[in-house]
């Protein structure tokens, strides 16, 4: 069996605990003033993407949603559960964020799946109807790259599915709603981590 993560992890607590209780009020403030995000982030679960991490961001200021491949799936009001839409109500209604960012990456295992996903291959139980979110992306790759290799395709269908994504927040009403009032910024980022650039996607630079 592999070295137990967890006596690592209480001795990174107790750090926390010094640097924002013992030496610090700031979640003294933070419990009695309550929580004012200002900017909404969705990633990945990847374990290399952690948005505090890579971002600097402290206690209090980002409000993260984080799925399998950083997808927004389009406004969909059955009764299902829809943890990424609940989250997106909370920070959209509820806090009232300026700002949503949605943060893609390269190597991500959600993309790959989709892209090395075979027609006739057996559903998975939630992961395979959770990534068809991206499959318009994985088409438009496939049509207009054939001759690239898999991690370029790769990296071209982590970029498209921002792009989608951005599109699906963009049929929530209460989006639309602060978007056209210019009360609501959307952002979609690309980490890539081979040379550790954060790369900003516009609908216009990325693609074609
Ligand atoms: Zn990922």
């Known amino acids: 069996m592999t070295e137990s993560i967890v006596p690592q992890l209480l001795d990174g607590y107790k750090k926390f605990k010094s640097q924002y209780y013992d030496n610090s ?8 003033n309550g ?7 969705i990633t990945c679960c990847d ?3 952690d948005p505090a991490i890579l971002l600097g961001a402290k206690p209090g200021e980002l409000f993260v949603v984080r799925n399998v491949a950083n997808l927004v799936p389009p406004f969909d009001d059955d009764p299902k559960h829809h943890a990424t839409s609940a989250a997106l109500e909370f920070a959209v209604s509820g806090l009232g964020v300026n700002d949503i ?17 075979k027609e006739d291959e057996p559903q998975r139980d939630f992961i395979t109807a959770w990534m068809n979110i991206a499959k318009p992306a994985k088409e438009k790759v496939l049509a207009q790259y054939p001759n690239s290799d898999p991690l370029e395709k790769n990296q071209h269908c ?3 599915s ?7 927040l963009k049929t929530f009403p209460w989006i639309q709603e602060r978007v056209a009032k210019d009360d609501l910024n959307l952002h979609a980022w690309y980490f890539n981590m081979n040379t ?4 900003m996607c516009r609908d216009e630079e990325i693609g074609n």
């Open 25 to 32: 009020t700031t979640y003294e403030e933070l419990v009695s």
């Open 35 to 41: 929580q004012k995000p200002r900017a909404l982030l």
């Open 47 to 49: 374990s290399r993407v």
């Open 101 to 117: 960012i949605i943060l893609g990456h390269s190597h991500c295992g959600g993309i790959h799946a989709l892209m090395n996903r």
């Open 158 to 160: 982590e970029k498209e």
């Open 162 to 168: 921002l792009l989608i994504s951005l599109a699906n």
């Open 196 to 199: 550790g650039a954060i790369e």
